[in-house]
């Protein structure tokens, strides 16, 4: 069946960088997107952006323009999401999320990684 | 950026009875629009996609409605299961720009 696994849990200071990483099994990884969504604690859902696993094309929503990188490897069917110079209202829960169908895909995510829990605390 | 705006923040209800939730955009997103449900502790579940298909696996009570920069969510006979908060998005352009709505909490009565 079609998994998204994701890295383990990660504290950082202020100022650093994370690299998560989302292993994906059960599908052909080139032929859907991936994308990136954050939950603050208690908090909404944010997409933080998009990549297409065929081209590398990136899509990454404004307020993280410059300091998110969005990445993936073919040769492991893994995707990664870096974020820089963290602050203390980056600590999320992180998902990665498949688009629910290939190509341009017109609406809706699936199926969800599990989630990486990132803290930012001096 | 395409807002979206979910009414109400929170709805108390019984099982058994019917939940209509409501998602506005700030401009017409086609019918580029999905549902999810989510549970404390869990990722969100996909229900609805392209405004009005239910995704696999998903019960026939909820079904969705909508186009342009009105959609709806409704459940029908509400089970226990149910209570959850949900959350509304669009996805618009190329390549994609996807925002979410902030939320509506569906509580029991």
């Known amino acids: 069946q079609v998994q998204l696994v994701q890295s383990g849990a990660e504290v950082k200071k202020p100022g650093a960088s994370v690299k998560v990483a989302c292993k994906t099994s059960g599908y052909t990884f080139s032929k859907y997107g991936i994308n990136w969504v954050r939950q603050a604690p208690g908090q909404g859902l944010e997409w933080m952006g998009w990549?297409?696993?065929?081209?590398?094309?990136?899509s990454y929503a404004q307020n993280l323009q410059g300091r998110v990188t969005m990445t993936t490897d073919t040769s492991t069917t893994t995707a990664y999401m870096e974020l820089r110079s963290l602050r203390s209202d980056d600590t999320a829960l992180y998902y990665c999320?498949?688009?629910?169908?290939?190509?341009?895909?017109?609406?809706?995510?699936?199926?969800w990684g599990q989630g990486t829990l990132v803290t930012v605390s001096s | 950026e395409i807002v979206l705006t979910q009414s109400p923040a929170t709805l108390s209800l019984s099982p058994g009875d019917s939940a209509t939730l409501s998602c506005w955009a700030s401009?017409?997103?086609?019918?580029?629009v999905a549902w999810y449900q989510q549970k404390p502790g869990r990722a969100p579940r996909l229900l609805i996609y392209?405004?009005?298909n239910r995704a696999t696996g998903i019960p026939g009570r909820f079904s969705g409605s909508g186009s342009g920069t009105d959609f709806t969510l409704t459940i029908s006979s509400l089970e226990p299961e149910d209570f959850a908060v949900y959350y509304c998005?669009?996805?618009?352009?190329?390549?994609?720009?996807?925002?979410f709505g902030q939320g509506t909490r569906l509580e029991i009565k």
């Open positions: 990549i297409s696993t065929y081209k590398g094309e990136t």
């Open positions: 401009q017409s997103v086609g019918s580029s």
């Open positions: 392209d405004a009005s």
């Open positions: 998005q669009q996805r618009n352009s190329w390549p994609p720009r996807i925002t």
């Open positions: 999320v498949r688009d629910r169908c290939s190509g341009d895909c017109s609406s809706g995510f699936d199926p």
